[in-house]
């Protein structure tokens, strides 16, 4: 026989390498670990949410819905070729309508422009995702078996803050070797930002760069000169 697996509204958890024998319900929130197979439908119903952490990939030998205020988060880990990102197999009709994000492992991996992760396949596809969000540094393109996210190239950033100056930088996206030169006893706060790739800093006298939880850096951070950089509670002198 087949049954049924529902999260329910208001309800998570989290999938690790099973196999559901019948369809797959989400209106809650739902983490997918290492793999899952469903042997039936998969639905993200009402506000449901589903999270494909790298490298889990969920097969579906039915068909796959999402409504419009539903969201598929995929993550990417490592290269196309690895497979370590996630991934959704729909053998049979891929029907989206509601949000698509994209977000990179903190394990410090960064693509490079023109590598083509296949995020979702299908037979056959209806509709279109309402919204695509994650870094600037991917393109999306719907085909007729598959949608992938392309990776682009992010020119590097130089951001000069003048001695004796505070400067807060702009939350976005930045690209491996962004560089701040930081005059004499500036202050530079960042609050948020993705940088993909690392980070230089090159700090003059009595300035100090504040590195908040927010921002999210998948590379090393480098610097230079006597001010200092603190990253949370601790400091880093450069």
Do not use: H, W
């Amino acid at each position: 026989g087949s049954d049924v697996l529902t999260f329910a509204g208001g309800q998570g958890g989290t999938l690790d390498g099973v196999t559901i024998n019948g369809p797959l319900n989400i209106d809650g929130a739902c983490t997918v670990l290492n793999g899952v197979t469903v042997e039936g439908d998969l639905d993200i119903g009402g506000n449901g949410a589903l999270t494909l952490d790298a490298p889990s990939k969920v097969s579906v030998s039915g068909n796959f819905m999402e409504a419009s205020s539903a969201t598929l988060n995929e993550q990417i880990a490592g290269t196309p070729a690895s497979g370590n990102f996630g991934q959704l197999a729909v053998a049979g009709t891929a029907a989206l309508a509601g949000a698509f994000s994209i977000t990179l492992a903190s394990n410090g991996f960064s693509p490079s422009a023109g590598q083509d992760f296949p995020v979702i396949t299908f037979a056959t596809i209806s509709g279109a995702f309402s919204t695509v969000s994650g870094p600037n540094d991917f393109t999306n393109t719907l085909n007729a078996n598959s949608f992938d996210l392309i990776a682009t190239s992010l020119a590097a950033t130089t951001f000069n803050v003048a001695a004796g100056t505070t400067f807060t930088v702009p939350n976005g996206d930045y690209a491996d070797g962004t560089t701040f030169n930081v005059g004499a006893n500036a202050t530079v706060t960042i609050n948020a930002g993705i940088f993909t790739g690392g980070a230089v800093f090159n700090v003059g006298a009595g300035a100090v760069v504040d590195l908040f939880a927010s921002p999210s850096f998948s590379g090393t951070l480098t610097g230079s000169g006597s001010g200092l950089v603190e990253v949370g509670n601790g400091r880093l002198y450069v």
